[in-house]
């Protein structure tokens, strides 16, 4: 690391303050201009820092354990922590030991612990890395790991951590030729279509995306436009649609495709991404349940907890604490029974969210059809490319985990169902 060490280490350490004490989710952060002070390459390290301290955090705990007598307050800990995985994963103790002891010591309320931040990381470089490599892998915090454990069992819980330390590849969802991409990107086509990198570097300077050839998008969650089958021609209401990874894919199919989300600056976004990959689509600011009219298909992406992209966000677990989870799960019922309301007779709806949680996917849906006596789920619908069978769940729908497709890089947990509505 350059002499901007210091403000790139000093930044990611505020990071992961801001992660825990505010809850706030490190993409956030970044977005709301937490990294802005730093030049480009230094805000792309300390962001990568911040997460692979994220990532390994238990593990970094567990080593300072051995070397502290008490846990000191929150930032001097974050400090130990970030300087702690570098050292394990090799980096070069002096930058990283000076850096942390000049991080606590610039700081008035935390300039009396630089002797012990000096100490206990001298000690870390000298016993961590041989103490590291015994570690078991990082498990998700009890009040989420609990629920999970809970639906799909003890061993697959251990798979799921598995795949989430392991992080994530770059998916691309790519307008046409999956082959001729892939070939270009030096990536492979994944079952469903979806094209892979395993190492890609800066995302804009890949090939075709100055073209608009591709957008970014996890296998697992271009599986519900794909699943969806937009024709061209037809009327498809895409609701909670920004950044516009599936309205994209539903406008690239040739329908006629009105996106909704009520977030202004996620629909810039989604603007700028349909202007490079030059597709159409009615742009609409505003709140689902706002929504009238009526639609042959329908997408409906609902907010949720997020907790299918944990490899790819590590910050999630530490952030949150499952406590607004109850709204959102409200909220997904809410969201489904208006957007089902929005569909012509015959048409078809796809519920869809990036949560591992139960409650909701297959509880949304299988209480979905109880209430509406003229929609039924049609689970041939989610058998698309890519799709094992036993991923089907008793409902009709696809559950996705983070532990599919282990030998190819895994992918994010996702529900999809379709439900269709009686003629
Ligand atoms: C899972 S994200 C959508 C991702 C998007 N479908 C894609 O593929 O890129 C959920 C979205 O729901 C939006 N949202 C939350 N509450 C909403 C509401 N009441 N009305 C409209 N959109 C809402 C959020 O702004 C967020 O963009």
Redesign the pocket.
Known sequence: MSNSGYYTRRSAVRLLDKVMEDGRLLNDLIQSGGLSKLEPADRARAQRLALDTLRNLERADRVLQKHMKKTPDLHVHNVLRLATVELCLGGAAHGVVNDAVNIVAKNKRTAGMKGLVNAVLRKVDEKGQAEWDKLRVPRLPKWLRKPLAQAYGADTMLDIEAAHFAGAPLDLTVKEDAEGIAEAVGGVVLPNGSVRIADAGQVTALAGFKQGQWWV?DAA?SM??RVLNAQPGETVL??????????MQVAAAGATVTA????AS??ER?RENLKRVQLNATVVV?????QEGQYDAI?L????S?TGTIRRHPDLPFAKDGSEFGDLIG?QEV?LDHAIGLLKPGGRLVF???SLLPDEGEVQVEEAAERWADVTVDRDAVLIDGVDPAWITEEGGLRLRPDYWADKGGMDGFYVAMLRKGQ
């Open positions: 998008q969650a519900a436009a895409d609701l909670c649609a920004a950044p516009g990874g599936k309205t909704v989300d009520d977030s996620r629909m989604l505003g709140d689902v349940m706002a997408l992406d609902a907010p949720c997020a909220l969201f869809c969210t990036c």
